[in-house]
């Protein structure tokens, strides 16, 4: 458990080579972060792997794919698992017709064509997603980088995803300038900042919400996987999702340690002004066309 300090929020003047971090919230019915994936099975992690994280913050800031990464990749990263999901198989065809590349009959555009093949196929493919999941992700390092970052979180150049161009987020990646939910910018370590914005009941509400026993009542204790400092002993696992380039698609490895946060509990669902109608429904009866 880290100490129980809360960093303060970024005065006017800091200096940008202060140490600070920036915390993104991650949450949407669908997510997918593989860092494994091969041809026709497309794996999804059990929380956001740094390059998919740094992939987002690229589109936002309007970086081509072959442009470099260094800056980002050199941020310490780490995340919370407020709530962790479950992960689901999708099964995947595509194509799948049986005509003869020579026959009349042939109809284009359906089925696979393989190399050497004299018909097409069908390609079967596996694709696992995280369903029901919300984290809270950050990046420390330099301020000045971190404010780029949050400004064009802000306003993204191109659209931001969660994994995948299809998986939306349900709320807004970038955190609110207020409390209790924000604010994302803080002067201090990541361990400090990921504790400082409540637990809340993103989503379907009881998806991975068991208070631990551990924890005393009006707190939440929550996993965290963190990069590791430099010669941390307790550190053991390594994941290989540091982006070098993602034209080449090379990456590094990083070695990573889980430690455990307890959090406060916020009562209040950020997605509840969403859900509520500004007018009511419209009956189907009343609809042009509809029976009688």
């Known amino acids: 458990m880290v100490r129980d300090t809360v960093p303060e929020a970024v005065p006017p003047g800091t200096p940008d080579d202060a140490t600070a971090t920036l915390l993104l919230r991650l949450a949407g019915p669908m997510q997918s972060w593989g860092t494994q994936s091969r041809f026709l099975v497309r794996d999804a992690g059990s929380e956001p792997s740094k390059s998919g994280v740094i992939g987002l913050v690229c589109a936002a800031l309007g970086r081509p794919r072959t442009a470099p990464v260094d800056d980002l990749a050199g941020l310490r990263f780490g995340v919370r698992i407020d709530h962790p999901g479950t992960i689901r198989r999708d099964y995947h065809t595509a194509g799948g017709t049986a005509y003869h590349r020579s ?82 910018l803080h002067l201090g370590r990541i361990e400090e900042a990921l504790a400082t914005i409540p637990w809340t009941p993103w989503g379907r509400a009881g998806i991975g919400a068991t208070r631990p026993e551990t924890a005393p009542a009006g707190k939440r204790r929550l996993p965290c996987v963190i990069d590791a400092p430099s010669g941390d002993a307790d550190a053991s696992e390594w994941r ?53």
């Open 103 to 184: 026959s009349p009959n042939r109809q284009d555009g359906l089925g696979i064509w393989h190399d050497g093949k004299v018909e097409t196929q069908t390609v079967i493919s596996n694709r696992y997603a995280l369903h029901d999941a919300s984290f809270l992700a950050g990046f420390e390092g330099p301020l000045g980088l971190l404010r780029k970052i949050d400004d064009a979180l802000a306003s993204p150049v191109w659209a931001t995803y969660l994994g995948r161009k299809a998986y939306v987020p349900s709320v807004p990646i970038r955190l609110p300038g207020t409390a209790p939910h924000g604010p994302g």
């Open 240 to 292: 290989d999702d540091v982006p070098a380039d993602f034209s080449a698609r090379s990456f590094v490895a990083r070695l990573v340690r889980t430690i455990w946060l307890e959090v406060d509990e916020s009562g209040a669902d950020p997605l509840a002004p969403a859900r509520r109608r500004t007018s009511p429904s419209t009956p189907v009866s009343s609809l042009p066309g509809a029976s009688r």
